[in-house]
C-alpha cells in the first residue's frame, strides 16, 4: 500500500510549533533527515513548499527509474519517496506542507525561529536545510497560460489521469522524453513537440521514445491551444516556413524546464557559493544552529547526487544534535545496534 497515497500528512494546525529539529525541504535529502532525526530520539518537523512530499521527483519524475541509489538496481521515483516517507513514520514526523519559510532569527539562548509564508513559526533546536535546488517555477508555455486547469500542465503525477487522452508534451529535455515515454502506455496518443532538432535530453530516453512509436514533431512551436470548456486541438507552427498543424490533444504537457530560487533564504545571511549554501565538513553553515545538505550545499568536490544527500543530512543531523545536547554523543551507534 502506498503511504503518499494513504497515510494522511500530518500537520501541525497550531501557529506555534516546538520542535527539536526542523528540516527545511521534504526531498529524499529531507525525508531520510527526518527519519534520522527520530532514530536519534529528536523531534523533527518537515517544512516544504510543495504540497506533497518528495521534492522534485514527486513533483517531476514519479514514474521515472533511478538507477544510482544503493541496494537497488532500479526503483521508481514514487516507489523511494514511499520508502522513505515509511522509514521515518515510526518516528511521528510532522509535516508542514504549502508552507514556505520566508524569515530565520534567533532566540537569545540561540536557538533558531523560522516564519512561514501561512504564519507558521517554529522553534528549534537547529535548522537543516535540504531544499535542492530552491524553490523551482515551470517556464510557461506562452500559448497555453489559458489553458492551465483544463487541459494544459506541467507535471504528470499519475499517468493514470491521462487514460485515452491524446497528449502532446513540449520540450526536448530529459523530463520531456521521459513523460512522452510514460504515456505511451495509457494515453491513446502521444506526440512530442520541440523546437529544435537538437535535443537536451540523454540519448537514450531519445531513442526509447523513438523505438515506442512515438511521432516527435522537430522545428516546430506552439502557436495556439483551441478548445472550448476543455482542450481540443494544439496548434502548432513550423520555425521557418511558418506552416501550421492542428493535432488533437485532451492534454499538453509543457516540460520546458524550471527556473530555480534560493527565494526568502537568501535574505538569511547564509554565505553562498554559486547560487548555493557554503557548509563545513560538519554540513554546518555560518549561521549558528543551522546546518545544510543534499543539492542546496556546495564545498569542493561536491557531487550531486541522491546517494550524496543521504550521507550528507546524517552526517548533518548527527552534528546538530550535539549542538542541541553539547552531551550527546557525535555517532549514536549503528541502527543493527538498537533494539527492534
Partial sequence: MSVLADEPVTADDSPVVETDILIIGAGPSGLYGAY??????????VMDVLPQRGGQISA??????IFDIAGFPSVR???????????AA???VRYLLGQRAVELSHQPDGRPVVRSD????????????????????????PAGEDYLGRGQVYFVPDPADHTDHDVVVVGGGDSAFDWAATLASTARSVTLVHRTARFRAHHASVERVRALGIEIITDHDVSALHGTSALERVEVQ?????????LPAHTVVAALGFVADLGPLQTWGLELQARRIAVDTRMATN???VFAAGDITDYPGKVRLIAVGFGEVAT???NAATVIDPEAALFPGHSTDKEN
Avoid: C, S, W
Avoid at 534520522?36 to 529528536?42: C, I, S
Avoid at 517531476?60 to 527509474?65: D, G, L, S, V
Avoid at 514511499?82 to 522509514?87: E, I, K, R, Y
Fill in 36 to 45: 534520522y532525526a527520530g532514530f536519534r530520539g529528536l523531534r523533527v518537523a
Fill in 60 to 65: 517531476m519524475y514519479p514514474e521515472k527509474p
Fill in 77 to 87: 521515483g514514487r516507489d523511494l519517496v514511499d520508502n522513505l516517507v515509511a522509514q
Fill in 90 to 92: 515510526p518516528y511521528g
Fill in 118 to 141: 501561512t504564519g507558521t513559526t517554529v522553534r528549534a533546536g537547529a535548522v537543516v536545510i535540504t531544499g535542492g535546488v530552491g524553490t523551482f517555477t515551470p517556464r510557461p508555455l
Fill in 238 to 246: 513550423h520555425r521557418a516556413t511558418k506552416a501550421t498543424r492542428l
Fill in 287 to 289: 549561521l549558528p544552529r
Fill in 316 to 318: 548533518a543531523v548527527n
